[in-house]
């Protein structure tokens, strides 16, 4: 059954640090890009990120670019959002969601399925 579980979100004032982890279960993870997703209160879930099978493509959204770093371990079966110089208007839950290729194609939610319950990332002094 096809399955992914986000962690790792949490309290982080300005500035600060988190490393968020999707661990995906039920499907070969190696064989499909996987994106991470935000989504904050009263406003429409954001693509983030996406990362190929093999790790070797990657995008960003413009909001993200130079802060967030997605990384995957295929043996883990574990993908990976490095955020970094997170700002107050990173807050949100944060998802990942699998999609139906192996590249990245673009970072539209509609394009990705099997989402989690997400996990809570706030930025706040």
């Known amino acids: 059954q096809l399955q992914l579980v986000e962690s790792g979100g949490g309290l982080v004032q300005p500035g600060g640090s988190l490393r968020l982890s999707c661990t995906v279960s039920?499907?070969?993870?190696?064989?499909?890009?996987i994106g991470w997703f935000r989504q904050a209160p009263g406003k429409e879930r954001e693509g983030l990120s996406c990362?190929?099978?093999?790790?070797?493509?990657?995008i960003y959204a413009d909001s993200v670019k130079g802060r967030f770093t997605i990384s995957r371990d295929n043996a883990k079966n574990t993908v990976y959002l490095q955020m970094n110089s997170l700002k107050p208007e990173d807050t949100g839950t944060y998802y990942c969601?699998?999609?139906?290729?192996?590249?990245?194609?673009?970072?539209?939610?509609?394009?990705?399925?099997?989402w989690g319950q997400g996990t809570q990332v706030t930025v706040s002094s």
């Open positions: 990362i190929s099978h093999s790790g070797g493509s990657t």
């Open positions: 039920g499907f070969t993870q190696a064989n499909i890009a």
């Open positions: 969601a699998r999609s139906p290729l192996s590249e990245c194609y673009g970072m539209a939610p509609w394009r990705y399925y099997g």
